[in-house]
């Protein structure tokens, strides 16, 4: 028997939705048990459907009220006390009845009552549903150790997980530790950095992985199966102790990738003094003895016995709870353009910072690359291949600051140098950065509001070019010295590489995406899997720390107990009907549906998260929501329908449409009765079959109510959504029935005009 | 409190009734005062001091030191005259180094000066110094005249240094001119320069009498009755360079002087070359 | 044809004119509240900008530098606290120095030689503040001769004389 619990609302429905009419109606079924009641969602009313439940021996609830999204979860508790939770229906007669049709209160009544017998309907073919309880690892993979990385590690590594710390190069450190003094205190990078270098390198907590990569990850959140290759240093790192010999005696010279061939390092190496971990590395390339099979005066020369040539690549695996990625950004490459770069007295943003380092490879002086004598002019270019249409459309956020600090840190060492600063705008968005600016700008570097076109190659290996002052319209023309580029931040090598491998949503420049920039902007689609740092877009260091902490917080609260609990409001997929066709693997944004050992399709409860868009796209029908499956949608839509044909189907998405409408009825908006939503979790939901099933029962029109085109919170659901409402617009058309009865709309959660108007828009179309 | 009286070249050369004016206000509030002896031109801030800023300094530092003498506060009537010496003031008390270089050149002719003088403009005294209670308390006629105060731009600014309050909107003038019963109404561009300062008036008359037109122009549409205000240069601009039927203008002493009822004679009137009797009609 | 930059002139400015000189960021507020850049071609942003860049030949024999009227109200409403009016009266001493000062300025500065004051006194001027009730000759330099004496030495030690081209008639 089904509970039918009706909400007067104090008089919030009851004014215009006639309650005792409802009521009598739905009465005349010997299967409803009828109930009314002023506040159902007060002690009093929560009480009253607990005890009829019990009384009544009820097995199904309907609660005709309010929105789902107002008191949906004190009814849901209120029902599973005595029920299963998901064995109940919310008929929203509130927001989207009362509340929008005060003018009329027969129409309003008449669709109360089509609302409730259509929940009335599905809540027959409801299912209790089930928990899934899944064991979850404590130990945290984090891939990077660059200032986020290591961060990360260390936050974990406090609160009692175990790390494993992934890092390509031979130390850890990122592109931090090549940096001189940092924004905008002006303090060391190096001494902010290492108390935490050694702080990491010897926490209790974290495994360090130098020369490793991750390779492959697979398994499910909360038990990620991770295939790790270290490859080899050819130097014991158990017996190295860093004292350097090899490195003195080593006959083979290189230019030090690390410098930017500022200065030279050997075949066996550390990139620069005082790093973590102090172990030499072989690079194999240069290496004589792995060229021709001769030297071995490494080996001579080592007292350790540490230097193992036959040393092999290691492969490791690793089973973790959640994945933190912090891979960290790259500089863009400007070779062959306007730039001219080749030039070696063009230098980047982070070659400038290498030489004014006091332990860098030039002392900390500043020289021109050509000749290694001091410049007479320094010219500062900002935005080099950023805020530009033609390569990267974004601003990289750290280059201003970082350059006034640069700028002022030589003009304080080098006061009769001539220092120019060609600029765009400077943005100083962050704590004290204005200041920052303002101290610098008494300083009398010419500002120059104005980008040069190129920089040519002058006499002596000075540079040249023209360039337009905005305040003065003038062209004035600069011969320099040395040219520093504020080149453009890009995304790691190890940022694009772990995007494959981990199936990360990235957007077009190719920097990581959380679920949301603002309101949740570590996650990511993957559930266990968060991003951090300038993986994600440039930022300051201060930043990265933030980030760090708070991805470190989303990973505790993931793992926080040894399982992992959730509703199983996932899609289940028959392997009897499955045509393989693979359609809803490529679909899924979430990796959720994965092929087993026998070859069947099967859903990971652990990754899904209920979006519906598999069961949508499958061809063959074989896949189905255990909630809000296709018969469930369909008997709520005839049930509607059956009551009261004059109906337009407004199948609006639980994120945004079904929230707008919710919106609209605060705000009182009008429009016409004829429109009825349905909910459904996100428009992906809305299947071709069900965008037509509703004229098969003599709808006047179907709406469908979704995310604005690029905010769909299931990332793309509502594009393909979008396409099959065109293609069955053109069926409509062909069966005679009119195209313009069936309309899709996107809108923003927070815009309840918007939705009003639609649903006026389509009532005016569907007489 | 006795002060030096700081005339200019203006009011006493130009437009004497400001100076007969100012002296029966004075007089009428009791206030002790003598003529600063000696005084030269302030210099005019607009001219001489973008001709040569030491020239400026030395000879406004010769006016200061000379009220020094006196033991006296230096007091001016002139908005360019305050600002001139105000402005010299502060920096030779701002810079040891520039008061010792004027003081070298002031020690050719026997003079040297220590910094201690305040520089005061007869409007800000009144209101400080004396008062509503005071200045009403000498209203013998309340006079209904629409007034449109020109502030005019050396009295309040820069209001970094003057210490006199805001200069966006102002009310120390409009609020003197209410203590004698008259009106100071509201006009587009009251913050608007006369265009006669800088140097502007002698050598680019034409773009001062573009400036002075569009204050005309406002205050004609307000509906005033006169303007009124602190300078004497400004009161030169108005009086000289609006159209044939513009406001008659009045420096604020003027205005007192017929709150007050002092002898109309020697308000110079006569002089002005915008007819005043319509003003004197209005309160009779 | 593309200009060099001056940054000696510029120093010179900043030290000399205000230190505030390389504050200015060029937003234009000032230009905005400017009464002669509405009517001119003077416009106060670029004026600096040239003194900011050290462009000499763009200020000195400018026309637009003298028409500012020193109203203050850039200052006022200046973001960065610049001191414009400052800035723009040393680069008129600059300019006055170089040989570019107006003819009507030169008479009014040579007033002050003669008279002691920015403007003339005549027979009538006396007349006229008879005819008020005040004393004829004011007490200031034109009833001292000490006083315009000690004025001119002032102004001569200053060399503001020759500044003016005024020679003393014997």
């Given at each position: 028997m089904?509970?039918?619990?009706?909400?007067?609302?104090?008089?919030?429905?009851?004014?215009?939705?006639?309650?005792?009419?409802?009521?009598?109606?739905?009465?005349?079924?010997?299967?409803?048990?009828?109930?009314?009641?002023?506040?159902?969602?007060?002690?009093?009313?929560?009480?009253?459907?607990?005890?009829?439940?019990?009384?009544?021996?009820?097995?199904?609830?309907?609660?005709?009220?309010?929105?789902?999204?107002?008191?949906g979860?004190?009814?849901?508790?209120?029902?599973?006390?005595?029920?299963?939770?998901?064995?109940?229906?919310?008929?929203?007669?509130?927001?989207?009845?009362?509340?929008?049709?005060?003018?009329?209160?027969?129409?309003?009544?008449?669709?109360?009552?089509?609302?409730?017998?259509?929940?009335?309907?599905?809540?027959?073919?409801?299912?209790?549903?089930?928990?899934?309880?899944?064991?979850?690892?404590?130990?945290?993979?984090?891939?990077?150790?660059?200032?986020?990385?290591?961060?990360?590690?260390?936050?974990?590594?406090?609160?009692?997980?175990?790390?494993?710390l992934?890092?390509?190069?031979?130390?850890?450190?990122?592109?931090?530790?090549?940096?001189?003094?940092?924004?905008?205190?002006?303090?060391?990078?190096?001494?902010?950095?290492?108390?935490?270098?050694?702080?990491?390198?010897?926490?209790?907590?974290?495994?360090?992985?130098?020369?490793?990569?991750?390779?492959?990850?697979?398994?499910?959140?909360?038990?990620?199966?991770?295939?790790?290759?270290?490859?080899?240093?050819?130097?014991?790192?158990?017996?190295?102790?860093?004292?350097?010999?090899?490195?003195?005696?080593?006959?083979?010279?290189?230019?030090?990738?690390?410098?930017?061939?500022?200065?030279?390092?050997?075949?066996i190496?550390?990139?620069?003094?005082?790093?973590?971990?102090?172990?030499?590395?072989?690079?194999?390339?240069?290496?004589?003895h792995?060229?021709?099979?001769?030297?071995?005066?490494?080996?001579?020369?080592?007292?350790?016995?540490?230097?193992?040539?036959?040393?092999?690549?290691?492969?490791?695996?690793?089973?973790?709870?959640?994945?933190?990625?912090?891979?960290?950004?790259?500089?863009?490459?400007?070779?062959?353009?306007?730039?001219?770069?080749?030039?070696p007295?063009?230098?980047?943003?982070?070659?400038?910072?290498?030489?004014?380092?006091?332990?860098?490879?030039?002392?900390?002086?500043?020289?021109?690359?050509?000749?290694?004598?001091?410049?007479?002019?320094?010219?500062?270019?900002q935005?080099?291949?950023?805020?530009?249409?033609?390569?990267?459309?974004?601003?990289?956020?750290?280059?201003?600051?970082?350059?006034?600090?640069?700028?002022?840190?030589?003009?304080?060492?080098?006061?009769?140098?001539?220092?120019?600063?060609?600029?765009?705008?400077?943005?100083?968005?962050?704590?004290?950065?204005?200041?920052?600016?303002?101290?610098?700008?008494?300083?009398?570097?010419?500002?120059?509001?104005?980008?040069?076109?190129?920089?040519?190659?002058?006499?002596?290996?000075?540079?040249?070019?023209?360039?337009?002052?905005?305040?003065?319209?003038?062209?004035?023309?600069?011969?320099?010295?040395?040219?520093?580029?504020?080149?453009?931040?890009?995304?790691?090598?190890?940022?694009?590489?772990?995007?494959?491998?981990?199936?990360?949503?990235?957007?077009?420049?190719?920097?990581?995406?959380?679920?949301?920039?603002?309101i949740?902007?570590?996650?990511?689609?993957?559930?266990?899997?968060?991003?951090?740092?300038?993986?994600?877009?440039?930022?300051?260091?201060?930043?990265?720390?933030?980030?760090?902490?708070?991805?470190s917080?989303?990973?505790?609260?993931?793992?926080?107990?040894?399982?992992?609990?959730?509703?199983?409001?996932?899609?289940?997929i028959?392997?009897?009907?499955?045509?393989?066709?693979?359609?809803?693997?490529?679909?899924?944004?979430?990796?959720?549906?994965?092929e087993?050992?026998?070859?069947?399709?099967?859903?990971?409860?652990?990754?899904?998260?209920?979006?519906?868009?598999?069961?949508?796209i499958?061809?063959?029908?074989?896949?189905?929501?255990?909630?809000?499956?296709?018969?469930?949608?369909?008997?709520?839509?005839?049930?509607?329908?059956?009551?009261?044909?004059?109906?337009?189907?407004?199948?609006?998405?639980?994120q945004?449409?079904?929230?707008?409408?919710?919106?609209?009825?605060?705000?009182?908006?009008?429009?016409?009765?004829?429109?009825?939503?349905?909910?459904?979790?996100?428009?992906?939901?809305?299947?071709?079959?069900?965008?037509?099933?509703?004229?098969?029962?003599?709808?006047?029109?179907?709406?469908?109510?979704?995310?604005?085109?690029?905010q769909?919170?299931?990332?793309?659901?509502?594009?393909?959504?979008?396409?099959?409402?065109?293609?069955?617009?053109?069926?409509?058309?062909?069966?005679?029935?009119?195209g313009?009865?069936?309309?899709?709309?996107?809108?923003s959660?927070?815009?309840?005009?918007?939705?009003?108007?639609?649903?006026?828009?389509?009532?005016?179309?569907?007489? | 409190?006795?002060?030096?009286?700081?005339?200019g070249?203006?009011?006493?050369?130009?437009?004497?009734?400001?100076?007969?004016?100012?002296?029966?206000?004075?007089?009428?509030?009791?206030?002790?005062?003598?003529?600063?002896?000696?005084?030269?031109?302030?210099?005019?801030?607009?001219?001489?001091?973008?001709?040569?800023?030491?020239?400026?300094?030395?000879?406004?530092?010769?006016?200061?030191?000379?009220?020094?003498?006196?033991?006296?506060?230096?007091?001016?009537?002139?908005?360019?005259?305050?600002?001139?010496?105000?402005?010299?003031?502060?920096?030779?008390?701002?810079?040891?180094?520039?008061?010792?270089?004027v003081?070298k050149?002031?020690?050719?002719?026997?003079m040297?000066?220590?910094?201690?003088?305040?520089?005061?403009?007869?409007?800000?005294?009144?209101?400080?110094?004396?008062?509503?209670?005071?200045?009403?308390?000498?209203?013998?006629?309340?006079?209904?005249?629409?007034?449109?105060?020109?502030?005019?731009?050396?009295?309040?600014?820069?209001?970094?240094?003057?210490?006199?309050?805001?200069?966006?909107?102002?009310?120390?003038?409009?609020?003197?001119?209410?203590?004698?019963?008259?009106?100071?109404?509201?006009?587009?561009?009251?913050?608007?320069?006369?265009?006669?300062?800088?140097?502007?008036?002698?050598?680019?008359?034409?773009?001062a009498?573009?400036?002075?037109?569009?204050?005309?122009?406002?205050?004609?549409e307000?509906g005033?009755?006169?303007?009124?205000t602190?300078?004497?240069?400004?009161?030169?601009?108005?009086?000289?360079?609006?159209?044939?039927?513009?406001?008659?203008?009045?420096?604020?002493?003027?205005?007192?002087?017929l709150?007050?009822?002092?002898?109309?004679?020697?308000?110079?009137?006569?002089?002005?070359?915008?007819?005043?009797?319509?003003?004197?009609?209005?309160?009779? | 044809?593309?200009?060099?930059?001056?940054?000696?002139?510029?120093e010179?400015?900043?030290k000399?004119?205000d230190?505030?000189?390389?504050?200015?960021?060029?937003?234009?507020?000032?230009?905005?509240?400017?009464?002669?850049?509405?009517?001119?071609?003077?416009?106060?942003?670029?004026?600096?900008?040239?003194?900011?860049?050290?462009l000499?030949?763009?200020?000195?024999?400018?026309?637009?530098?003298?028409?500012?009227?020193?109203?203050?109200?850039?200052?006022?409403?200046?973001?960065?606290?610049?001191?414009?009016?400052?800035?723009?009266?040393?680069?008129?001493n600059?300019?006055?120095q170089?040989?570019?000062?107006?003819?009507?300025?030169?008479?009014?500065?040579?007033?002050?030689?003669?008279?002691?004051?920015?403007?003339?006194?005549?027979?009538?001027?006396?007349?006229?503040?008879?005819?008020?009730?005040?004393?004829?000759?004011?007490?200031?330099?034109?009833?001292?001769?000490?006083?315009?004496?000690?004025?001119?030495?002032?102004?001569?030690?200053?060399?503001?004389?020759?500044?003016?081209?005024?020679?003393?008639?014997?």
């Amino acid at each position: 028997m089904i509970g039918v619990f009706l909400c007067h609302c104090g008089k919030n429905i009851s004014t215009h939705v006639d309650i005792k009419k409802l009521k009598e109606e739905l009465s005349k079924d010997p299967g409803l048990y009828v109930v009314e009641d002023t506040f159902l969602c007060s002690q009093a009313g929560q009480g009253l459907i607990k005890d009829s439940v019990k009384e009544k021996g009820l097995d199904r609830v309907v609660v005709a009220s309010c929105s789902p999204k107002h008191h949906g979860d004190i009814f849901k508790n209120c029902v599973g006390e005595v029920l299963n939770p998901y064995m109940w229906e919310m008929a929203n007669i509130r927001e989207q009845c009362a509340w929008v049709h005060q003018n009329d209160n027969e129409k309003a009544t008449e669709k109360a009552l089509a609302l409730v017998r259509g929940a009335i309907e599905k809540v027959k073919l409801h299912e209790p549903i089930g928990q899934l309880t899944v064991p979850v690892s404590k130990e945290v993979l984090v891939i990077g150790a660059g200032i986020a990385g290591i961060h990360a590690a260390l936050e974990m590594g406090d609160k009692g997980y175990h790390v494993h710390l992934v890092e390509k190069t031979p130390i850890i450190g990122g592109n931090m530790v090549k940096l001189d003094r940092t924004f905008p205190t002006d303090d060391c990078s190096m001494c902010t950095i290492s108390p935490k270098l050694n702080e990491v390198a010897s926490h209790p907590n974290v495994i360090i992985y130098t020369l490793s990569e991750v390779e492959e990850v697979s398994g499910r959140p909360g038990e990620y199966e991770v295939k790790i290759v270290k490859h080899p240093r050819y130097v014991d790192e158990e017996k190295c102790t860093g004292c350097g010999t090899c490195a003195e005696k080593c006959p083979i010279k290189r230019p030090n990738e690390y410098d930017f061939g500022l200065s030279k390092r050997k075949a066996i190496y550390i990139p620069a003094g005082g790093m973590v971990p102090l172990k030499y590395t072989i690079n194999r390339d240069d290496c004589l003895h792995f060229r021709t099979g001769k030297c071995g005066i490494c080996v001579d020369n080592c007292v350790a016995g540490a230097i193992d040539f036959d040393q092999k690549e290691k492969h490791i695996e690793l089973k973790v709870g959640a994945i933190m990625v912090a891979t960290g950004y790259d500089q863009y490459d400007l070779s062959n353009t306007e730039y001219n770069i080749e030039h070696p007295n063009v230098i980047t943003g982070l070659e400038l910072e290498r030489m004014i380092d006091p332990s860098g490879p030039t002392s900390g002086k500043i020289i021109r690359p050509s000749d290694g004598e001091t410049p007479k002019s320094l010219t500062f270019i900002q935005c080099a291949g950023s805020r530009d249409e033609r390569r990267n459309t974004y601003c990289s956020k750290i280059c201003c600051m970082y350059t006034i600090k640069n700028a002022q840190l030589v003009e304080k060492e080098y006061p009769e140098m001539e220092i120019n600063l060609c600029y765009i705008d400077i943005r100083t968005p962050g704590k004290n950065f204005e200041e920052y600016y303002r101290r610098f700008r008494s300083a009398g570097i010419n500002m120059i509001k104005g980008m040069p076109s190129e920089i040519l190659s002058g006499e002596n290996d000075t540079l040249e070019f023209d360039v337009y002052d905005t305040a003065t319209k003038k062209l004035l023309k600069i011969n320099t010295d040395l040219v520093v580029l504020a080149t453009s931040l890009v995304p790691s090598e190890g940022t694009k590489k772990m995007a494959e491998v981990l199936h990360l949503v990235y957007g077009p420049e190719g920097f990581l995406a959380p679920v949301h920039v603002k309101i949740n902007p570590v996650d990511t689609a993957n559930r266990g899997q968060y991003i951090v740092g300038t993986a994600v877009f440039p930022k300051p260091i201060q930043e990265c720390i933030t980030d760090a902490g708070a991805a470190s917080s989303r990973v505790a609260t993931f793992l926080k107990d040894d399982k992992l609990v959730l509703d199983l409001v996932t899609n289940r997929i028959d392997p009897e009907i499955c045509i393989h066709c693979g359609e809803c693997v490529e679909g899924c944004n979430y990796s959720a549906i994965k092929e087993n050992e026998e070859g069947v399709y099967e859903v990971l409860d652990v990754s899904c998260l209920g979006c519906g868009k598999c069961a949508a796209i499958c061809p063959s029908n074989a896949s189905e929501m255990r909630f809000g499956s296709d018969e469930q949608l369909k008997v709520q839509v005839s049930g509607i329908l059956s009551s009261d044909p004059d109906t337009i189907i407004a199948y609006s998405c639980e994120q945004c449409g079904y929230n707008a409408a919710d919106l609209a009825g605060i705000s009182n908006l009008e429009y016409s009765s004829k429109v009825k939503i349905v909910k459904v979790p996100c428009t992906a939901r809305v299947s071709f079959e069900l965008m037509l099933y509703p004229f098969l029962k003599g709808a006047k029109g179907v709406m469908v109510a979704g995310c604005l085109e690029d905010q769909c919170h299931y990332i793309d659901g509502n594009i393909g959504a979008k396409e099959r409402a065109m293609m069955a617009k053109k069926i409509l058309d062909l069966i005679g029935i009119g195209g313009e009865r069936l309309q899709f709309f996107n809108m923003s959660s927070g815009d309840g005009p918007k939705f009003a108007e639609s649903a006026r828009a389509i009532a005016e179309v569907c007489p | 409190m006795k002060f030096s009286m700081f005339w200019g070249c203006i009011a006493p050369l130009r437009y004497p009734g400001i100076e007969s004016s100012t002296r029966d206000v004075l007089d009428a509030l009791d206030v002790e005062y003598k003529d600063l002896e000696g005084a030269s031109c302030c210099p005019a801030p607009g001219v001489f001091r973008s001709f040569s800023e030491p020239t400026w300094l030395s000879v406004g530092a010769r006016n200061l030191a000379l009220a020094e003498s006196d033991g006296n506060q230096l007091m001016t009537i002139c908005n360019g005259c305050y600002g001139s010496l105000f402005e010299s003031n502060y920096e030779l008390r701002q810079e040891p180094e520039k008061l010792e270089e004027v003081n070298k050149i002031l020690k050719k002719v026997g003079m040297k000066y220590n910094g201690t003088t305040e520089v005061r403009h007869e409007a800000e005294v009144l209101y400080r110094d004396m008062g509503e209670d005071r200045v009403r308390g000498k209203v013998k006629k309340e006079l209904n005249l629409n007034v449109a105060v020109h502030y005019g731009c050396h009295f309040l600014k820069p209001t970094e240094t003057r210490g006199l309050g805001e200069a966006e909107k102002p009310t120390i003038l409009d609020e003197i001119v209410e203590w004698t019963g008259a009106k100071s109404i509201d006009y587009r561009y009251k913050n608007l320069c006369c265009g006669a300062g800088g140097g502007v008036r002698a050598r680019n008359p034409e773009l001062a009498k573009a400036m002075t037109l569009k204050k005309y122009e406002a205050v004609k549409e307000a509906g005033a009755d006169c303007l009124v205000t602190p300078c004497p240069f400004c009161h030169l601009q108005y009086d000289q360079a609006q159209p044939e039927d513009g406001l008659p203008v009045l420096h604020i002493s003027q205005l007192l002087g017929l709150a007050f009822g002092s002898d109309e004679k020697r308000m110079g009137f006569n002089y002005h070359r915008i007819d005043v009797t319509p003003v004197l009609e209005k309160i009779k | 044809m593309a200009k060099m930059i001056d940054p000696e002139f510029a120093e010179k400015v900043a030290k000399e004119g205000d230190k505030s000189l390389f504050l200015c960021y060029q937003c234009g507020t000032c230009t905005a509240s400017c009464p002669s850049s509405e009517i001119t071609s003077f416009k106060t942003r670029k004026m600096i900008r040239f003194a900011q860049l050290g462009l000499k030949d763009d200020i000195l024999p400018n026309d637009d530098l003298w028409d500012c009227t020193t109203c203050y109200t850039c200052q006022e409403r200046c973001p960065r606290g610049v001191k414009i009016p400052k800035i723009i009266l040393y680069l008129r001493n600059l300019a006055a120095q170089a040989g570019y000062m107006a003819d009507a300025h030169k008479g009014t500065a040579k007033n002050l030689f003669i008279f002691g004051h920015a403007v003339s006194f005549k027979d009538k001027h006396e007349k006229l503040r008879k005819s008020l009730g005040l004393d004829g000759v004011p007490h200031t330099t034109l009833g001292s001769k000490k006083a315009l004496e000690d004025l001119k030495t002032i102004m001569k030690a200053n060399g503001f004389d020759s500044l003016i081209g005024y020679k003393e008639e014997k």
